[in-house]
Structure formats: structure tokens, C-alpha cells
T-cell receptor, first 111, second 110 residues
């Protein structure tokens, strides 16, 4: 069964600290993996997209990693800001373009 | 910039009412999608459309129907709203490389 599991479900950190969000998947055959940021009351916005051959991709203070062998991805946020407070969703695309969504990690950054 | 707009940000409807959620995209995308999002469950696909007048059921189509009369517009219809359809509804359109989401409609059925 195609599944995407994210951990932790929620996370609270202090402004300026780093954090790492995890995504494990069982989607097969794998096409690509995306991380989205969803602000409260808004639609998701794409942060990164990685294909099978990519191990790391950065977007400003966001760095995503992908280990296709272990079927794990992480999203690392450096020097967190209050505006990073959001839900972060991992989405894995199977060949044939079927998208499988994780339930998301809710991040709260406090001052 | 790709823009996906949804007709309402918030809606409150009564049980049994017919509800229309409208979605418009301005990038000439062929593929459009309707999802619902509930806490702890992530996004679940209701219906999608790959061309005008074409539609396909997603993972949870029961209680919903859709209409795609024009390429830029994809409507989600709740024929008879029920309380278990209280949710956040997200529309998306897609090109070959990326899926773009609208801002969402938070629907409450009382």
C-alpha cells in the first residue's frame, strides 16, 4: 500500500533554532518527492521537489534530503523564524503521476 | 505567476443544502483537482479532471460530483450537504512539472 508517514506530528521550537522534519514513504514505483509549506488557512506552496537521483536540494533556509534506498526524506530548517510557523507536507509522486500525501507536521516557532 | 482562485474562503451551509465550490486557474492547465483536508488525515483526492468535460473519481468521491465546462473552471458540488463534509476543500491545477493549490474553502455544514 502506498503510504507517506511524517514525524513528528507537531513541533515547537524557539526562534533562531534549527529543526528537522522526517518523511518515510512506501510509494512505488517512485517518481519524485515534494515538500510543501502550508500557512494556516492557506493552500500548500511548493518548497522543493526531488527526483530519484537527487540527494539534497536547498531553498533558502530550507534543505531537503532524499535517501531513495531507505525511502526516507528530511526537511531541515535553519535559523528558524516566526514566519516558518506552518504545516509542512511531504508528497510522494508515483510513476503515472499519482500523488500520495503525508498528514503533515505542524511547526510552531516561538519568540 | 500561476494563480488558482476559489470562490469562497469560508462557507456555512445547512444539512441537505446543495453546495457549489468554484475553482478557477489562469494558466491554461489541463489537469485540475479537488481535495479535502482534515486534521491528521492529510489531503485526500475527491475528483480530478484532465480535460474539459472529462472527470475521474479520486479516493473519496462519495457524496460529491464535479463539473468542468470550461478549461479554466472546475466546480465541486455537494448534492446534499452532510455534517461529515465539514472540511477544508482545496482546488489545484497542474502542469507537467508542478501542482499549484488555491487558498482553500473552509466549509462548515450545520
Amino acid at each position: 500500500k502506498n503510504q507517506v508517514e511524517q514525524s513528528p506530528q507537531s513541533l515547537i521550537i524557539l526562534e533562531g533554532k534549527n529543526c528537522t522534519l522526517q518523511c518515510n514513504y512506501t510509494v512505488s514505483p517512485f517518481s519524485n518527492l515534494r515538500w510543501y509549506k502550508q500557512d494556516t488557512g492557506r493552500g500548500p506552496v511548493s518548497l522543493t521537489i526531488m527526483t530519484f537521483s537527487e540527494n539534497t536540494k536547498s531553498n533558502g533556509r530550507y534543505t531537503a534530503t532524499l535517501d531513495a534506498d531507505t525511502k526516507q526524506s528530511s526537511l531541515h530548517i535553519t535559523a528558524s523564524q516566526l514566519s516558518d510557523s506552518a504545516s509542512y507536507i511531504c508528497v510522494v509522486s508515483a510513476v503515472g503521476n499519482k500523488l500520495v500525501f503525508g498528514a503533515g507536521t505542524i511547526l510552531r516557532v516561538k519568540s | 505567476d500561476v494563480k488558482v482562485t476559489q470562490s469562497s474562503r469560508y462557507l456555512v451551509k445547512r444539512t441537505g443544502e446543495k453546495v457549489f465550490l468554484e475553482c478557477v486557474q489562469d494558466m491554461d492547465h489541463e489537469n485540475m483537482f479537488w481535495y479535502r483536508q482534515d486534521p491528521g488525515l492529510g489531503l485526500r483526492l475527491i475528483y480530478f479532471s484532465y480535460d474539459v468535460k472529462m472527470k475521474e473519481k479520486g479516493d473519496i468521491p462519495e457524496g460529491y460530483s464535479v463539473s468542468r465546462e470550461k478549461k479554466e473552471r472546475f466546480s465541486l458540488i455537494l448534492e446534499s450537504a452532510s455534517t461529515n463534509q465539514t472540511s477544508m476543500y482545496l482546488c489545484a491545477s497542474r502542469n507537467r512539472y508542478e501542482q499549484y493549490f488555491g487558498p482553500g474553502t473552509r466549509l462548515t455544514v450545520t
